[in-house]
Nanobody, 118 residues
Framework: QVQLVESGGGLVQAGGSLRLSCTTSRRLFSDDSMGWYRQAPGKERELVAS???????NYADSAKGRFSISRDHAKNMVSLQMNSLKPEDTAVYYC????????????WGQGTQVTVSS
């Protein structure tokens, strides 16, 4: 089974920036799609941003204009650059891989905490 390892979370003041990275244990296939989700206390997990193999991106309305997702096939990595962070961005952020080559077509990272102080 593929493993996803996230890094880059932490504590930042409102208006600051963080960059999250997720590395997969196997190379990304051409039809794999990757994304970042987040889950705040008492709330359901929600999509933040996703990117297809062709580079097409999709963002939650709350992330548009502030966050940017990118992927590096050579490094088996997907990143999320988060700027102008707000306290409401505080959540555990999870990396997700959608692939027809893995069981259940989905794999998740362990999550990384992002805390934005006001």
């Amino acid at each position: 089974q593929v493993q996803l390892v996230e890094s880059g979370g932490g504590l930042v003041q409102a208006g600051g920036s963080l960059r999250l990275s997720c590395t997969t244990s196997r190379r990304l296939f051409s039809d794999d799609s990757m994304g970042w989700y987040r889950q705040a206390p008492g709330k359901e997990r929600e999509l933040v941003a996703s990117i297809t193999s062709g580079g097409s991106t999709n963002y939650a309305d709350s992330a548009k204009g502030r966050f940017s997702i990118s992927r590096d096939h050579a490094k088996n990595m997907v990143s999320l650059q988060m700027n102008s962070l707000k306290p409401e961005d505080t959540a555990v952020y999870y990396c997700n891989l959608r692939s027809r080559w893995i069981a259940g077509n989905n794999a998740w990272g362990q999550g990384t905490q992002v805390t934005v102080s006001s």
